[in-house]
């Protein structure tokens, strides 16, 4: 990923148990028997993608649409499962250091290539080449070394050490694949979307007009669907259009006027005005993977104290802030995992509450005794300041600003000073990136605890490509993480994930915040409408119903 683009994976969620339903039922509504085909849907998203290429980009958006487009070598379903879809079959070798798939031999590219294993080894190469510069693509190859062509319909992609998640990778739009021809033509433009974005999906992306929408055609000769699909054959939609309206009033506004057929990220104070309208539904699922946390900076003072980590984490007063914000909407999160992930540890939900005295008695004791003029602590004449770069232009997601806004008049009772200085993207990457900055504030949806790894090892820096933003190289949580990529026993996964985010909170490096979920608002003419594992729509098996 490069430039502005690389930065996003610190404060978006890219990819990414699976999502509880708090539908209760993947569908929207009750479909009829037989489904219709033709029509036209168009869904309103709140962030258009800096970049269309999957292979580069780690935005949610550019994975949630890009969906329409690629298909993956396997698919995962609300288990946690996995089912064929452009493999047939594969086999992991016993040390997990290759992964061997039979390829379905009937799947052709929107252009007419046909997709073969040696397409395969072209989309991982090339992800895997540093000129691509993808951040989240190569994470999730992991230690990828090639892919060998055993014959046409037959692949194993190796790597240099065991590798349970990459099954899960392996489901993912990321690690989706283009047609040979359009990366030997196209290879540069695939950033910017439109015809160019040549894959297997269900979906042509037809066209694109930056800053508005992009557009989606039936592709009529779809055949392939995975085995988690409600249907075979081409999608029913005949077009999906997908409009950029970042303010949630109008996404809720334009639905409510059916100008559009499904919303976006509908905020708590607009759910109950969609849930009052008998014309309109709400289907939401939370997002597995990382949590919404704030990441404290262990390279440099203050914050590589321990003790004024652990004032700053049991400072703030997450409960009554999300609840006075958010309305029940967000869950208040207590470990860095979310509870949909599989590995999460559910122990840790009420083991470090608000706190205050104990926040004082902590900054007592870490020496910052004394208080300005403005009620500030300071030691050796100097503030305690903790810097928090804002970056404007994605902290109005989710209302993350006026979120940081009250955590900063939480830490403010028990002398901290807490500063958010705007930057454009460049000049927050330097800082965040760089560790400059005392914390940093992201999510991270994947459905699989292998994000614990790109999040806390040691390993995983910032500088060389990593989201290790705490710079804390851990022994023991590097150990664990790695212990827990190398196997796919469950126990040993299950008890590594659960001592690596017991172990993180007890560092104070950590402070989980909550568990961002998708709210989608839709029009119950809608039907078929799903969530997949990421808790991103999945619009193959959508269709139109007749207007109540």
């Avoid at 349970?164 to 690690?175: C, G, K, M, V």
């Avoid at 993350?400 to 454009?424: C, H, M, N, S, Y």
Wanted: one cysteine or more; a neutral charge.
């Amino acid at each position: 990923m490069s430039g502005a683009v690389a930065g996003l994976a610190l404060f978006a969620a890219a990819c990414g148990g699976s999502p509880a339903a708090t539908s209760g039922a993947p569908a929207a509504s009750a479909a009829p028997a037989a489904p219709v085909k033709g029509g036209s849907l168009t869904f309103a998203a709140d962030t258009e993608p800096v970049s269309f290429d999957v292979h580069q980009s780690s935005q949610d958006i550019t994975g949630a649409i890009m969906r329409n487009v690629f298909d993956s070598l396997i698919s995962l379903d609300a288990s946690g499962r996995f089912h064929p879809w452009l493999a047939e079959s594969w086999e992991a070798a016993p040390d997990l250091k290759s992964y061997t798939f039979k390829l379905r031999k009937d799947v052709v590219f929107h252009d007419g290539t046909p997709f073969d294993a040696e397409a395969v080894k072209i989309n991982f190469d090339r992800i895997h080449d540093p000129a691509t510069k993808s951040q989240l693509a190569s994470s999730l190859l992991g230690p990828y070394t090639g892919t060998k062509v055993v014959d046409s319909h037959t692949v194993t992609v190796e790597f240099s050490a065991p590798f349970a998640p990459f099954l899960q990778a392996a489901s993912t739009a990321y690690l989706g694949f283009y047609s040979p021809k359009t990366i030997a033509a196209n290879s540069a433009a695939l950033t910017s979307g439109g015809p160019v974005e040549v894959g297997t999906g269900p979906f042509v992306f037809s066209q694109y007009a930056k800053g508005r929408q992009a557009v989606f055609t039936r592709n009529d000769a779809y055949k392939w669907a995975p085995k988690t699909a409600a249907h075979t054959g081409p999608a029913y939609l005949d077009n999906l259009t997908v409009r950029f309206l970042p303010e949630a009033s109008v996404r809720v506004g334009s639905l409510s006027s059916r100008q559009i057929d499904v919303a976006a990220a509908v905020p708590p104070a607009q759910t109950k005005r969609i849930q009052g309208n008998a014309a309109l539904t709400v289907l939401s699922a939370d997002y597995p993977g990382g949590n919404y946390s704030i990441y404290l900076n262990t390279s440099k003072e203050p914050l590589n104290d321990e003790k004024v980590r652990k004032a700053i984490q049991r400072g703030i007063d997450i409960d009554t802030d999300i609840k006075a914000l958010y309305f029940g909407q967000f869950k208040r999160a207590w470990s860095p995992l979310a509870p949909t992930t599989p590995g999460y540890n559910a122990s840790l939900e009420n083991s470090w509450p608000y706190d205050p005295a104990l926040a004082n008695k902590l900054l007592d004791e870490a020496g910052w005794t004394t208080k300005d003029a403005e009620g500030y602590r300071t030691k050796n004449g100097k503030r305690l300041v903790i810097d928090w770069p804002l970056l404007p232009a994605q902290y109005v997601r989710d209302q993350r600003d006026i979120l940081g806004q009250a955590f900063q008049a939480d830490l403010k009772k028990i002398g901290v000073e807490v500063t958010r200085p705007q930057a454009d993207i460049g000049t927050y990457l330097e800082r965040v990136y760089g560790g400059k900055a005392d914390m940093a504030d992201y999510s991270w949806a994947r459905a699989e605890p292998d994000v614990l790894w790109l999040l806390l090892n040691g390993t995983s820096r910032p500088q060389k490509g990593g989201q290790n933003a705490t710079f804390l190289n851990d022994p023991d949580l590097t150990k664990w993480t790695d212990e827990g990529r190398a196997t796919l026993d469950e126990a040993v996964r299950k008890d590594v994930y659960g001592r690596t985010q017991q172990r993180a909170i007890d560092l104070a490096i950590v402070i989980p915040i909550y568990t961002q979920s998708q709210v989608l608002g839709l029009s119950k003419q809608v039907q078929g409408l799903s969530l997949d594992a990421n808790a991103w729509p999945l619009f193959y098996d959508a269709w139109l119903g007749k207007p109540s």
